[in-house]
Every structure is written in structure tokens, then in C-alpha cells.
């Protein structure tokens, strides 16, 4: 089973940063993708950045590119997403997803595994 646990999240001003950290348990982790997603009250869980664990491609939602960076470290199990230039709208609850594949996608139904979700909220 595998688990995953978030972090990092808080309440921060606009033009601030934060690091999400995630780390993943449970089972031997190879081919697989992390994914942040976040979800605001009242809209719909959106994909944010996505990594493959090896190889390290990524993907970015448009309105986070030149802002966000997510990375991984293999040997903590770990993926983080450094967050700058925050904006009010980045306020969400921020989820870490997991999928065994290689292929980065966008797709919350795609990922099999979630964390507990960590809150952002960014104050204007």
C-alpha cells in the first residue's frame, strides 16, 4: 500500500514562497510520476506540476510556469514543489498524487495514489 504524506503548506503574502514537500511509502518505487494537484472551494481538482521518477520529465499548468519548480529526491522518496511569486489564486488545498507509469499527464482520475492534501493560502 502505498502512502503519501504532504507538507509545507501555510499562510504567506502575495509575491512570497513556499516548499511543499511529499513524501512516498509503502512500496519499491520505479517506474512511476508524482504529481501536485490543488483544489480551491467550490472548483475542481487541477493539476499543477508533474515529474517521472526517473528521467525527470516534467509538466507544468500554464499559470504556474516561471514560478513553480517541482523536483524529486530517489533516495528520500521525496518530491517537492517550490512555490514563488505567489499569487491570491494560488490559495488551494495542494494534493500529492501518484501513478505507475512513465508518462507525466494531467488527469486527476489518471493518479492511483493521493496524500491528505496540505492548505496555501496566499493573502493579497
Known amino acids: 500500500q502505498v502512502q503519501l504524506v504532504e507538507s509545507g503548506g501555510g499562510l504567506v503574502q502575495a509575491g512570497g514562497s513556499l516548499r511543499l514537500s511529499c513524501v512516498a511509502s509503502g512500496r519499491a518505487f520505479s517506474n512511476i510520476v508524482m504529481g501536485w494537484f490543488r483544489q480551491a472551494p467550490g472548483k475542481e481538482r487541477e493539476f499543477v506540476a508533474g515529474?517521472?521518477?526517473?528521467?525527470?520529465?516534467?509538466n507544468y499548468r500554464d499559470s504556474v510556469k516561471g514560478r513553480f519548480t517541482i523536483s524529486r529526491d530517489n533516495t528520500k522518496n521525496t518530491v517537492y514543489l517550490q512555490m514563488n511569486s505567489l499569487k491570491p489564486e494560488d490559495t488551494a488545498v495542494y494534493y500529492c498524487?501518484?501513478?505507475?507509469?512513465?508518462?507525466?499527464?494531467?488527469?486527476?482520475?489518471?493518479?492511483?495514489?493521493w496524500g491528505q492534501g496540505t492548505q496555501v493560502t496566499v493573502s493579497s
Open positions: 515529474i517521472s521518477w526517473f528521467g525527470g520529465n516534467t
Open positions: 498524487a501518484l501513478r505507475y507509469s512513465s508518462q507525466v499527464v494531467t488527469t486527476p482520475q489518471e493518479y492511483s495514489y
